[in-house]
Every structure is written in structure tokens, then in C-alpha cells.
């Protein structure tokens, strides 16, 4: 239960994000160019990313003493949800746009038009520009993965099946109703995840430089409401000091 509470569930959420944005460009490729470049790709990515995952994560479970690797784990996952935490805090607080999904497809979907219908028997341009999209959002997931699941063999296990999960879900999702995901809301997805990932990070930290923590894995959801709680607040702060009508709430990207 503890792995699968510390590496399955963190691991599903944060790659269900990458997925639908994945997931969103591959659409648009088979839309406007063709389905046979777009599922190669996407599946010459997958074969990279589980090439790196392999290797990566055995090295780190099987070489890396623990109290090291829980460290290195911590400052990981920290340094990427903080990323994710302060990104989706400017978003809420009208700094920064709002993702759109939709918006993402459409301008996706004209620059693939504007580029001209393929002209030889293999659409190499539709194959290039899906394994980019799947590798680049999938090396996120890849790191998400490796760092929740390399303090143990049965953690990477639950972690590599969270991330599974989540694809099976969204991929299965987006085929059925051929359309980017846009109901799912992202934007508070990322900044759920971006707190999750940041209370892993302390946790893990914590634990490397030999802190214990009371309850142990019971610890994090506390933390977490720690972090939901104070980023919430800065979200109100930072609205509050903003000159009115300076939100690009309005806006999408």
C-alpha cells in the first residue's frame, strides 16, 4: 500500500497531464496528414522512453545507496514540482494564461495544414513531429517515473504501472471521441500535481538527510495540504496586488 500510495498515484496523475498534451499533437497529425506516420512515431518514443526508463531506473535502485538516492530523489521531485507549483500559480493568479487545449489543437492542427500535404509515400514530416511531441512530454513522464519508483523495485513496479495506466486511459479516451481532451481540467491538474510532486520532494529530502517523519507515508497528505493551502493563498495575494483589469484571464494558450 505505501508503494503504491507514494509512486502509482503520483505517477498516474502527473503522466495523464503529459499524455493529453501528447495525445493532443499525435491528433492533430493524424487529422490533417494521415494515421500510419503518427502511430510509428509515437511508437518509436514509447520505445526510447522505456529504453530510458530501463536503464536509468535499474541503475539508480540497484547502485545508489538509499539515504543517497532518497535525497537526490527529493531535490529531483522538488525542483520539478516547484516548476509545475509556480507555473500554475501565475496561471490562477492572471499572470500567465491559461492552458486551452482546444486552442493548443487548432493552432497545432494550422501550422501542420500550412506546412503543405506530404509528398512521398512516407509522411517522414508527421512521423518527425510526433515522436518530438510524444519523447519531449514523455521525458517528463519517464523522469516522474524513475524518480517515484527508484527507492525499490516494487515502487518503480507501481510507478511504471501508474504511468501505464494513465496512457491506456487518455490514449483510449482521445481515440474514442477523436477530439483533444479538453474537458479534462489540466490547469488544475498541474497545479494539484506541481503541490504533489513538491510534498514528495520534502518528504524524500527529508528522509535522505535522515529526518523521520511521524506516521511515515501517512505524512504526505498533510504536507501536500500544507502546499495546496499556502499556494492558494499566494494565488489570492498575487491577485490582489495586480492593477485591475491586468489579468490575461481572458486569454488562452
Do not use: C
Not at 501536500?224 to 481572458?250: D, K, N, Q, Y
Amino acid at each position: 500500500m505505501r508503494e503504491f500510495l507514494i509512486a502509482a498515484v503520483p505517477s498516474f496523475l502527473a503522466s495523464a497531464v503529459e499524455f493529453v498534451e501528447a495525445t493532443t499533437i499525435v491528433l492533430a497529425v493524424g487529422v490533417t496528414r494521415g494515421w500510419r506516420a503518427p502511430l510509428v512515431g509515437t511508437l518509436a518514443a514509447v520505445v526510447t522512453l522505456i529504453a530510458i526508463i530501463a536503464a536509468v531506473g535499474v541503475a539508480l535502485v540497484t547502485i545508489v545507496p538509499e539515504h543517497l538516492l532518497q535525497a537526490i530523489v527529493g531535490a529531483l521531485l522538488l525542483l520539478f514540482g516547484v516548476r509545475w507549483l509556480r507555473k500554475a500559480i501565475l496561471r490562477f493568479a492572471g499572470i500567465v494564461a491559461l492552458h486551452d487545449e482546444e486552442v493548443a489543437y487548432q493552432r497545432e492542427l494550422a501550422e501542420l495544414r500550412a506546412s503543405g500535404l506530404r509528398k512521398t509515400e512516407f509522411d517522414w514530416t508527421g512521423m518527425v513531429v510526433s515522436y518530438k511531441a510524444v519523447l519531449l512530454e514523455g521525458t517528463e513522464v519517464a523522469f516522474i517515473v524513475i524518480t517515484l519508483g527508484s527507492t525499490s523495485a516494487l515502487a518503480m513496479t507501481q510507478a511504471v504501472a501508474g504511468a501505464i495506466a494513465a496512457g491506456v486511459l487518455v490514449v483510449g479516451a482521445a481515440v474514442l471521441v477523436r477530439h483533444p481532451l479538453t474537458t479534462v481540467p489540466e490547469n488544475w491538474l498541474k497545479f494539484f500535481v506541481g503541490a504533489m510532486l513538491t510534498s514528495f520532494g520534502v518528504f524524500w529530502f527529508a528522509e535522505g538527510v535522515g529526518a523521520h517523519w511521524p506516521g511515515d507515508a501517512l505524512s504526505i497528505p498533510l504536507i501536500l495540504a500544507l502546499f495546496l493551502a499556502a499556494s492558494w493563498l499566494s494565488v489570492r495575494i498575487i491577485r490582489s496586488l495586480l492593477p485591475r483589469g491586468a489579468e490575461v484571464a481572458a486569454r488562452h494558450v
